[in-house]
């Protein structure tokens, strides 16, 4: 008997393969990042296919079956592209920043905080964000809070205080301007260290 994981979960990366099913690599708020298959998602009566699509946000059932993780269920909540396909600027973010996670977030580890930090940042990127400047320092802090969160940055100066923050505010991304050259320093530092 298969122990069934309930979680929620952005889908970073989705592709057909074989007979009509779908790998996705999605982050999850429980169990982290989870490569999975999903059985006939392709199919156009799947009850599968719209909570799977790329930047979906979805109720995700697992079970791990004899060598990987399988996706039973899914309950779609809402899609971020929808939300900001209208703006090719902010989708560029949220792309980036999926592929950063994809990058970052090794192994099935729990961290609730990262998730809930990246799902906030991204209803203040469609509600607050507006002018080209806004959009490229929010980003910087976004990617910085991320590595913080990961382990990446450390310290206690102006920069780290603002990577250590969980609230999202204007004031916090145009704060992020004065510490611009050394935020770029700390992110290819990171991305250095990391391996990648």
Request: aromatic share 10%; net charge neutral; proline share 1%.
């Amino acid at each position: 008997m298969y122990h069934v994981h309930k979680t929620l979960g952005f889908v970073l990366f989705e592709s057909p393969i074989k007979e009509a099913n779908s790998f996705v690599i999605v982050f999850t708020r429980e169990l982290g990042l989870i490569k999975a298959t999903a059985q006939g998602a392709q199919k156009i009566s799947s009850k599968l296919r719209y909570g799977l699509q790329k930047f979906s946000l979805s109720q995700l059932s697992f079970i791990y079956g004899k060598h990987s993780w399988k996706i039973t269920n899914v309950v779609p909540q809402e899609n971020i592209f929808y939300r900001l396909r209208e703006n090719k600027e902010k989708m560029t973010i949220v792309g980036n920043v999926g592929a950063l996670l994809q990058r970052l977030v090794t192994g099935e580890e729990k961290n609730e905080e990262l998730f809930d930090l990246v799902m906030n940042a991204f209803s203040f990127l469609e509600a607050s964000i507006e002018t080209k400047d806004e959009l490229m320092h929010f980003e910087f802090l976004f990617v910085l809070r991320i590595l913080y969160h990961l382990g990446y940055v450390s310290g206690s100066g102006g920069l780290e205080l603002l990577a250590h923050g969980n609230e999202w505010t204007v004031e916090n991304v145009t704060a992020l301007s004065h510490h611009k050259k050394e935020a770029v320093s700390v992110i290819n530092r990171a991305i250095v260290e990391s391996q990648l």
